[in-house]
């Protein structure tokens, strides 16, 4: 028998919060520098604390926000700033090797979300897909292999499953992954856990679902979320070969 090679599409969205397109120009230039905005004031500054940072500038006269039908106003040094947010990722990832439609087997694949943000309040990063299951036969949707099941929405901490039916799921790794995909080396969702290479194995929804979430700004280097993908049929299940494939979307936003 035939076996079932398995691909994932990535699509990928950045929403940055901000329904208007802004126009901006250089208010002075020269050969190597560009000043995109300046104010005349008497007074301001930068200062931090342990716990905050504040800028501020002092002096100036009609600042504020204002809009018309057409235009955005952000009057004022402060005003003027425009938060700035990146997301890179790979088109596609391969899920190796293929697995045997007739004896089963486990294919696994990595990628990842790479996400660069200086706005002050962080970045929120979501995973979904376009289908459900998520898996599905590029010919005829009817073969497929299912979510991978967890119990009360919690992930499991060691991907296991039922011989005798296929599935297929993720984990995300990294620095701001969420609470939920956190173990404390027994249990997944652990509050301060660690963000493990390869435990708390969940599946996924055609619902956004948060996987990293930061609260500060990471420019300019920015933060990686890698994303493992597990397929597996098992030694007691009968899976319809040919190709197989799932399209992920991933969404960056600032917070």
């Given at each position: ?19 208007t ?24 500054g930068?200062?931090?604390?342990e ?5 501020d ?6 600042t504020g926000?204002s809009?018309?039908d057409?235009?955005?106003l ?24 293929s ?21 002050d ?13 998520a ?27 039922d ?9 995300p ?20 856990g ?30 990686t ?24 979307v991933?969404t960056?936003?600032?917070?």
């Open positions: 028998m035939e076996r079932a090679g398995i691909k994932i599409l990535i699509i990928t969205t950045v929403l940055t919060g901000v329904l397109t802004p126009v901006l120009a250089q208010v002075m230039t020269s050969t190597n520098f560009k000043m995109q905005q300046d104010s005349i004031n008497f007074g301001g930068y200062a931090t604390s716990n905050f940072g504040m800028e500038t002092a002096g100036e006269v009609a926000y809009e018309s057409s235009f955005v952000h009057a004022g040094y402060q005003q003027m700033k425009i938060a700035y947010i990146s997301l890179t990722v790979p088109v596609s990832t391969k899920l190796l090797p697995i045997s439609g007739l004896t089963g087997g486990t294919a696994t694949g990595s990628s990842f979300a790479q996400v660069t943000t200086d706005n309040f962080g970045y929120v990063l979501q995973l979904n897909a376009s289908s459900s299951p898996m599905r036969h590029i010919v005829s949707s009817t073969y497929h292999f299912s979510d991978y099941p967890i119990s009360g929405g919690v992930p499991s901490l060691i991907w296991d499953i011989q005798s039916t296929s599935a297929f799921g993720f984990t790794e990294g620095s701001d992954v969420v609470t939920k995909y956190l173990d404390d080396g027994d249990d997944c969702n652990a509050t301060g660690n963000s493990s290479e390869e435990k708390c194995w969940g599946p996924l929804s055609q619902t956004p679902e948060s996987i990293a979430i930061s609260e500060y700004s990471n420019h300019p280097i920015g933060s979320t890698t994303i493992h993908f597990k397929a597996e049929s098992g030694n007691q299940h009968l899976q319809v070969s040919g190709k197989y494939q799932a399209q992920i991933i960056a936003f600032m917070n």
